[in-house]
């Protein structure tokens, strides 16, 4: 049994900072099992959407276009641990953010929450003006 748990969020002005953890866990589990790991967000009557993903093997990131240059996921594979380094942040970045893994190397859309297999419980962060 694989399990994501998240930590870090909270509440924050406008320009501030926050670092997302995701601890993952597991029989046999490690990060570098799983080809993809990905940050997700969703805000209140929206949909979920794929803010950053990296691929666990060389660690090629992909970022929406909507947190470049402000958002910087990294993983710590001795630590079984992912981050998500939010500078710069705003308002609208507000919203319940999940970790997610995808053991698939095969993925094409690595920002697409169907491509992804395993998902924590969400950490929230509100971002005030």
């Known amino acids: 049994q694989v399990q994501l748990v998240e930590s870090g969020g909270g509440s924050v002005q406008a320009g501030g900072s926050l670092r997302l953890s995701c601890a993952a866990s597991?029989?046999?589990?490690?990060?570098?099992?799983?080809?993809?790991m990905g940050w997700f967000r969703q805000a209140p009557g929206k949909e979920r959407e794929g803010v950053a993903a990296?691929?666990?093997?060389?660690?090629?990131?992909s970022y929406a276009d909507s947190v470049k240059g402000r958002f910087t996921i990294s993983q710590d594979i001795a630590k079984n641990t992912l981050y998500l380094q939010m500078n710069s942040l705003k308002p609208e970045d507000t919203a319940m953010y999940y970790c997610?893994?995808?053991?698939?190397?095969?993925?094409?859309?690595?920002?697409?929450?169907?491509?992804?297999?395993?998902w924590g419980q969400g950490t929230q962060v509100t971002v005030s003006s």
């Open positions: 997610a893994a995808a053991p698939n190397p095969y993925i094409s859309r690595w920002l697409e929450s169907s491509e992804y297999k395993y």
């Open positions: 597991g029989a046999t589990y490690s990060i570098y099992y799983m080809a993809y």
């Open positions: 990296i691929y666990t093997g060389g660690g090629r990131t």
